[in-house]
């Protein structure tokens, strides 16, 4: 599966951006998807995550109630809509997909994930 996310930008705190990430493969829908962020000099780290089958999401508390993952698996495509933007949510996001066997599970680890987009810079100002 080839990921091709876009949707970053400059933003001011407090406002909302939409990220979104095309897959190229028909199995879109046999794998889990994911978003990751990397700030400077820091690890990556899990910010959203969502099921095969759409039905269940999880999110660490640092963006809980803020961020939503979605994902439609006619058109191929995971979306991650950002609210209530901070200064620490600066970092390049990445999408990301594994190879779920169950349809219902959701991963939150990055070394489970084989495929990875190329990421895209999300600035918030303070």
């Known amino acids: 599966v080839q990921l091709q996310a876009s949707g970053g930008g400059l933003v001011q705190a407090g406002g909302s951006l939409r990220l979104s990430c095309a897959a190229s493969r028909r199995t879109f829908n046999m794998n889990a998807m994911g978003w990751f962020r990397q700030a400077p000099g820091k690890e990556r780290e899990f910010v959203a995550g969502?099921?095969?089958?759409?039905?269940?999401?999880r999110y660490p508390d640092s963006v809980k109630g803020r961020f939503t993952i979605s994902r439609n698996n006619v058109l191929n495509t995971v979306a991650l809509q950002m609210n209530s933007l901070k200064s620490e949510d600066t970092a390049v996001y990445y999408c990301?997909?594994?190879?779920?066997?169950?349809?219902?599970?959701?991963?939150?680890?990055?070394?489970?994930?084989?495929?990875w987009g190329q990421g895209t810079l999300v600035t918030v100002s303070s």
């Open positions: 990301a997909s594994r190879y779920a066997r169950r349809p219902e599970t959701v991963h939150d680890i990055p070394t489970e994930y084989q495929n």
């Open positions: 969502i099921s095969r089958n759409g039905y269940n999401t």
